[in-house]
T-cell receptor
Framework: AQTVTQSQPEMSVQEAETVTLSCTYDTSENNYYLFWYKQPPSRQMILVIRQEAYKQQNATENRFSVNFQKAAKSFSLKISDSQLGDTAMYFCAFMKRGGSNYKLTFGKGTLLTVNP | ETGVTQTPRHLVMGMTNKKSLKCEQH?????MYWYKQSAKKPLELMFV???????ENNSVPSRFSPECPNSSHLFLHLHTLQPEDSALYLC???????????????FGPGTRLLVL
């Protein structure tokens, strides 16, 4: 079974600064996806960024980028130029690729607060 | 956000009531999911429907009964729930193919359920 660990229950950052959220996972699989989702106070779960494990290049989406270290099973999210709208719960998630199981395994989340 | 919609957004019910949650996806996807999000716990996958066939039942009590009449609609029928079933219920959809191809899950806004 896969597990996802987010060791930072809460973090805060000043507007316009950079923050990094940590995520580690445990799996025996070699082919999988990793995701970061954000859940603002509205409770809508929104995809932030996705990484395919077979790709060595780190994924980027505008101000969001990841540091994917496959050997270390680490998948951190960097948010640059933080904005007030980035305040949300951030979830790291794992999905095995292949077969008929499309299960997303989530971490417990990190509550990020962006301060003005 | 209109890709995945859920109704109602809020629901209060007694333990003897019968109610249903509805999810509709407008993304042309062929797989749909129910997740439960409780306070202080990671999101838990409840059910997976792939091409309208249930492919995953994650040890969910029988008081939760899913129904997927077509690839765009998903229901969760609730009957004789317990107070510990109070949670945010999230629906998601994705496009999955044959072989090893899998795609990102997109979430609805959720239904906040309170069982009295």
């Amino acid at each position: 079974a896969q597990t996802v660990t987010q060791s930072q229950p809460e973090m805060s950052v000043q507007e316009a600064e950079t923050v990094t959220l940590s995520c580690t996972y445990d799996t025996s699989e070699n082919n999988y996806y990793l995701f970061w989702y954000k859940q603002p106070p509205s409770r809508q779960m929104i995809l932030v960024i996705r990484q395919e494990a077979y790709k060595q290049q780190n994924a980027t989406e505008n101000r969001f980028s990841v540091n994917f270290q496959k050997a270390a099973k680490s998948f951190s999210l960097k948010i640059s130029d933080s904005q007030l709208g980035d305040t949300a719960m951030y979830f790291c998630a794992f999905m095995k690729r292949g077969g008929s199981n499309y299960k997303l395994t989530f971490g417990k989340g990190t509550l990020l607060t962006v301060n003005p | 956000e209109t890709g995945v919609t859920q109704t109602p957004r809020h629901l209060v019910m007694g333990m003897t009531n019968k109610k249903s949650l509805k999810c509709e996806q407008h993304l042309g996807h062929n797989a749909m999911y129910w997740y439960k999000q409780s306070a202080k716990k990671p999101l838990e996958l409840m059910f997976v429907y792939n091409f309208k066939e249930q492919t995953e039942n994650n040890s969910v009590p029988s008081r939760f009964s899913p129904e997927c009449p077509n690839s765009s609609h998903l229901f969760l029928h609730l009957h004789t729930l317990q107070p510990e079933d109070s949670a945010l219920y999230l629906c998601a959809s994705s496009q999955v193919g044959s072989g090893e191809y899998q795609e990102t899950q997109y979430f609805g806004p959720g239904t906040r359920l309170l069982v009295l």
